[in-house]
Nanobody, 124 residues
Framework: QVQLVESGGGLVQAGGSLKLSCASSGRTARTHTMGWFRQAPGKEREFVAASSWSGGNIYYGDSVEGRFTISRDTAKNMVYLQMNSLKPEDTAVYYC?????????????????WGQGTQVTVSS
């Protein structure tokens, strides 16, 4: 099994920045691909970003492209999400996810492990 624990969420004003962290433990060999998703109240879970083990393949959701950056520190079993130029519509619970395959995908159903989520609230 793989355990994922997110941290770094909070309240920030529009235009501000936050950096989310996700620590993985357990069978980390099953975390070839790591991703971030978010879910706002009443909305479906939305893909935010994903990275391969090496960082050579990275994808972003259209709504965050150019503002968010995903990165990994495989030696520490960490994945990060740097969020800049935050907007009120970025308000959501952010989830870290992992899948054992090295193929980077954007569909939530394709991920095997999930963290408990961390709340990000952007005020206008």
């Amino acid at each position: 099994q793989v355990q994922l624990v997110e941290s770094g969420g909070g309240l920030v004003q529009a235009g501000g920045s936050l950096k989310l962290s996700c620590a993985s433990s357990g069978r980390t060999a099953r975390t070839h691909t790591m991703g971030w998703f978010r879910q706002a109240p009443g909305k479906e879970r939305e893909f935010v970003a994903a990275s391969s083990w090496s960082g050579g393949n990275i994808y972003y959701g259209d709504s965050v492209e150019g503002r968010f950056t995903i990165s990994r520190d495989t030696a520490k079993n960490m994945v990060y999400l740097q969020m800049n130029s935050l907007k009120p519509e970025d308000t959501a619970v952010y989830y870290c996810a992992a899948r054992g395959s090295s193929i980077v995908v954007t569909g939530a159903s394709r991920y095997d492990y999930w963290g408990q989520g961390t709340q990000v609230t952007v005020s206008s």
